[in-house]
Antibody, heavy 121, light 108 residues
Framework: EVQVVQSGGGLVQPGGTLRLACTGS????????MNWVRQAPGKGLEWISY????????YYADSVKGRFTISRDNARNSLFLQMNSLRVEDTAVYYC??????????????WGQGILVTVSS | SSALTQGPAVSVALGQTVRITCQGD??????ASWYQQKPGQAPILVIY???NRPSGIPDRFSVSSSGSTASLTITGAQAEDEADYFC???????????FGGGTKLTVL
């Protein structure tokens, strides 16, 4: 059975830190690009970070650049998001998602269950 | 704001056909994929490329595209299709994914 399990969310004060983790079982992450996507309450999906399979190429959305760090451990089939200097506007459900390329298309085929990050004093 | 633009909401009578559209310059270069999200759940991939559906997705879901517009069509909408639908492609640079703002589908 394929499972993508996320952990690490919770309530944090503005300026605080959190580290999210995403681990796959029954599914391989190591050969694939991975992404973090978030969804603020009642809003749409916002891409925030991307990492290649090797970890050598990384991109961030402007909204999190300089504050968030994406990383991966292919031996543990895991993806991470270190979130520093958190702001109220970072409050959202955070999803990890595996990216695939096939038949000339790029798409996100497996998503974690989502984990809520609440930034509030 | 999203680099991909979707209408906020659409409704369809049970068993009828509905089209959801997504516009963006990057769609001239990159194909769209579509995701269904029900309240409190993670998005799931419903279709990508030229009508490629993951296992378990019914064939009433199809896609088409023309220029900078991609469309998701549901032929014979069912009650369980009521959800938010998001389109996704690459940004114009090709570096990372980008999403549309989502369209809320109501099945009457």
């Amino acid at each position: 059975e394929v499972q993508v399990v996320q952990s690490g969310g919770g309530l944090v004060q503005p300026g605080g830190t959190l580290r999210l983790a995403c681990t796959g079982s029954g599914i391989t992450f190591s050969s694939y690009e991975m992404n973090w996507v978030r969804q603020a309450p009642g809003k749409g999906l916002e891409w925030i970070s991307y990492i290649t399979s090797s970890g050598r190429t990384i991109y961030y959305a402007d909204s999190v650049k300089g504050r968030f760090t994406i990383s991966r451990d292919n031996a543990r089939n895991s993806l991470f998001l270190q979130m520093n200097s958190l702001r109220v506007e970072d409050t959202a459900v955070y999803y990890c998602a595996r990216e695939r390329r096939n038949v000339g298309a790029t798409f996100l085929d497996y998503w974690g269950q989502g984990i809520l990050v609440t930034v509030s004093s | 704001s999203s680099a991909l633009t979707q209408g906020p909401a659409v409704s369809v009578a049970l068993g009828q056909t509905v089209r959801i559209t997504c516009q963006g310059d990057s769609l001239r270069i990159y194909s769209a994929s579509w995701y269904q999200q029900k309240p409190g759940q993670a998005p799931i991939l419903v279709i990508y490329g030229k009508n490629n559906r993951p296992s378990g997705i019914p064939d009433r879901f199809s896609v088409s595209s023309s220029g900078s517009t991609a469309s998701l069509t549901i032929t014979g909408a069912q009650a369980e299709d009521e959800a938010d639908y998001f389109c996704n492609s690459r940004d114009s640079s090709g570096y990372h994914p980008v999403f549309g703002g989502g369209t809320k589908l109501t099945v009457l």
